[in-house]
């Protein structure tokens, strides 16, 4: 497998977000930037796949129900 290339500069490359809030900050990104959401059901809740205004994807914002442990 190869590594993509990286975005031309001025653009954001993939990322999962994932976030206490996730609505919230879907709601963020989408009035920021001009994205649109599309839920992803993950059975009880939505996850969120952020596309740009042609379509095409741009990030994920998930869902965060614990607390990272770093220890």
Avoid: H
């Avoid at 975005?7 to 900050?25: E, F, N, Q, S």
């Avoid at 839920?39 to 994920?60: E, I, N, R, V, W």
């Amino acid at each position: 497998m190869t590594t993509p290339p990286p975005p031309a500069p001025g653009r954001i490359g993939w990322v999962d977000l994932t976030v206490d809030g996730a609505p919230r900050i879907r709601d963020f990104y989408t009035a920021v930037t001009g994205w649109t959401a599309e839920g992803l059901s993950m059975g009880d809740y939505d996850d969120y796949l952020m596309k740009a205004p042609d379509g095409t994807p741009q990030a994920g914002v998930c869902a965060l129900f614990e607390p990272a442990n770093d220890s």
